[in-house]
């Protein structure tokens, strides 16, 4: 078959995918494979297709089939693999063929922005950075590759640089709300009017969408409480969560089902059969709810000498899906009980540490801070019993307001927009902890986020002792850690250690109300105890 007969095969196959002809589709690319073997892109929508239905062994095989077949193929075909292996978490393997683009090709110019985007959420960022600039030198200009390269200046740390490349995207283009929450996000009070001035002026646009809207109330939240403005400010967090919450689905009684059966499928015997894998590295899980302290700790566990840091994991979960062959929603479901019971912890421990090797670089000690992790630690322990796990915990009132006032991704944290369903899910945080520490006692360190920033070296100190590590001092010297952070946290972790978020829901003590009575138990449950711990 010549290659115009192969590309209008490829053609078809394309608009049944689109069509969610999946069958159809399926067909074609079978055909093409035997027809050219050697080429990935077959191979790629085959891997979506077993995405989409659940075969998450099957998306992952087909997924590593393209992978193989990207030497000297074009730049948009290579980066069409490199997507779709993110979407099965092959980090390392997305990494890995993204190298045979070179971006100083002129052939390749048209793909440097996607090029850097992606190696951006691969966390290179110095090669995305790099291509980024690449892009805008041969001519990709405008509002949003600007952004783009303010982001990843954040997180590099040149802030001045980052600071100009954000404005110079509002610059170009006034409505781009997402530009204008960037610039409000470094705590600038000069020039917080005109700020808040032009994102008025910008909702004021016709044309400004949801995500529009969204970012700029936002914004104005942040300038507004920069300014010691709260009741403005407060308005205008209550009219950002509005608006994402009428994008985002999000369930509580589904949630609270779906935790219930969690704890339900993981009795007292959970442990009687553990898997048996290898011991010669330690993964430490940091986990709790986001905006916790969670990053804070993993900076001062990365001034250890004897611990790595990889950000945010998502293997632990990838690998239980990999197991059972079946993919997890977002948001968990009452099925979670029956899926965590046909888990095999021997495969699902042995593929997590072989899977996060090449972050861990080495053996030994090294971190997952992929805060959501809570939801496993009993499968966790089950799966790698020497694992470490520590638990961040919060005042439940500061918990909740730095979830409420934090805008995530798309789809990620949907119980944050709204109070009621930030209370449920702090409560129902709160429960399947204690479930974890009642079936796996001593085994989950807690720290204190009020403790980790009043008395760092003690709870440094603490925390190595759980390690069993030597006490190391100076580790909590976070400004002498120069790892590159993606977080949500990453400007904050660039100042030293302060306590001046402690108690930050008490300027807001009015609109927190309702979580406050939502949680009262939990509430003078976690004064009781820190007046004990003062005692």
Known sequence: MSQADLQTVWLQAIAHFQREELQEAEALCIQLIKLAPERPLAYTMLSRICHAVGLVREA????????????????EDIIVVATTLLEVNEQQLAHAVLGYIDPTHPANAECLLDLGRLYSVLEDQANALRCIRAARAAGRDGAFIAHMEGIVLSFLGPIDESIAACEESVAKDAAYGHAHWSCAQYGRKDGARVRIARMREALQDPDADVDDITYLHYGLFKEFDTLG???????ALMAGARSRRSVTVHDTAQETAAYDALIEATSDRFFDHCAKVPRNATPIFVVGMPRTGTTLLERILGNHPQIKTCGELNDFRQQMQWANNQRLTLTLDPGIGDFVARVDPHIVGSRYLIKTAWAAERDGLYVDKHPMNFQWCGPILKAIPHAKIINLRRHPLDSCFSNLKELFAHQYYPYSYQLDELATHYRNYARL????HAIAPGRILDVRYEDLVAQPEVEARRVQ???????????????????????????????????????????????????????ADLVAEYDAYVTRAAA
Request: include cysteine; glycine fraction near 8%.
């Open 60 to 75: 992952t095989f087909n997924a590593f089939q393209a992978s193989q077949c990207c030497a000297g193929e074009s730049a």
């Open 465 to 519: 002792a759980y390690l069993g590590l030597p006490e190391i001092e100076g580790v909590t010297n976070i400004v002498a850690n120069k790892k590159v952070t993606t977080t949500a946290s990453s400007l904050q972790v660039r100042q030293p250690i302060h306590t001046r978020n402690v108690g930050g829901w008490r300027r807001y003590a009015a609109g927190m109300a309702p979580v406050e009575a939502l949680l």
């Open 229 to 235: 403005e709260t009741d403005e400010a407060w308005n």
């Open 433 to 436: 902890m204690r479930h974890w």
